[in-house]
T-cell receptor, first 114, second 112 residues
Framework: NAGVTQTPKFRVLKTGQSMTLLCAQD?????MYWYRQDPGMGLRLIHYSVGEGTTAKGEVPDGYNVSRLKKQNFLLGLESAAPSQTSVYFC?????????????FGPGTRLLVL | GNSVTQMEGPVTLSEEAFLTINCTYTATGYPSLFWYVQYPGEGLQLLLK?????DKGSNKGFEATYRKETTSFHLEKGSVQVSDSAVYFCALSEAAGNKLTFGGGTRVLVKP
């Protein structure tokens, strides 16, 4: 099992450019999440999905869109990148949505927006 | 809303020293509590968790007890090693989606 994988590992964008971050999991998990990590602020939830074809907003959704067309994949899109979106992005998955379930994290994508 | 507060780092220790990282939380209900660890260049991985009051989570020599009366979940280890150098995150989740709320993270550096 590869667990949770993320593509790409690192990317540099210019302001206004668009890109898609890919998250894939091979654990047959229902729930998937996108977080961003900024210094001193921990991780903050951007969007999440409770199953194939569903998405929902998290704490900081503005400027991002997501899609879950296949159960194993969760895509995070930036339509028009801004310097404020410079961050490290982590994808995670869990079996279900009960409180207390472990979330499994990918290795992260470091994004720099100039 | 929910929030998690943990001590700021960095915390610098010598090998075999005792480690404590304080974590307190605010939640509307009865959350589950977690400690995640992030080693350099890696993603987060679960270190331990507790799902109800007075539960003790433990793993790799680390322990934390869910204290409802003080809304705390402090992380402790009796004798740290260089390999424990990492960033430690306290987090909570409540029902309805298992969304995690994280503290700001505490960087720990253990010197030989």
């Amino acid at each position: 099992n590869a667990g949770v994988t993320q593509t790409p590992k690192f990317r540099v964008l210019k302001t206004g450019q668009s890109m898609t971050l890919l998250c894939a999991q091979d654990m047959n998990h229902e729930y998937m999440y996108w977080y961003r990590q900024d210094p001193g602020m921990g991780l903050r939830l951007i969007h999440y999905s409770v199953g194939e074809g569903t998405t929902a907003k998290g704490e900081v959704p503005d400027g991002y869109n997501v899609s879950r067309l296949k159960k194993q994949n969760f895509l995070l899109g930036l339509e028009s990148a801004a310097p404020s979106q410079t961050s490290v992005y982590f994808c995670a998955s869990s079996v279900g949505g009960r409180a207390g379930e472990t979330q499994y994290f990918g290795p992260g994508t470091r994004l720099l927006v100039l | 809303g929910n929030s998690v507060t943990q001590m700021e780092g960095p915390v610098t220790l010598s090998e075999e020293a005792f480690l404590t990282i304080n974590c307190t939380y605010t939640a509307t209900g009865y959350p589950s509590l977690f400690w995640y660890v992030q080693y350099p260049g890696e993603g987060l991985q679960l270190l331990l968790k507790a799902t109800k009051a007075d539960d003790k989570g433990s793993n790799k020599g680390f322990e934390a007890t869910y204290r409802k009366e003080t809304t705390s979940f402090h992380l402790e280890k009796g004798s740290v090693q260089v390999s424990d150098s990492a960033v430690y995150f306290c987090a909570l989740s409540e029902a309805a989606g298992n969304k995690l709320t994280f503290g700001g993270g505490t960087r720990v550096l253990v010197k030989p």
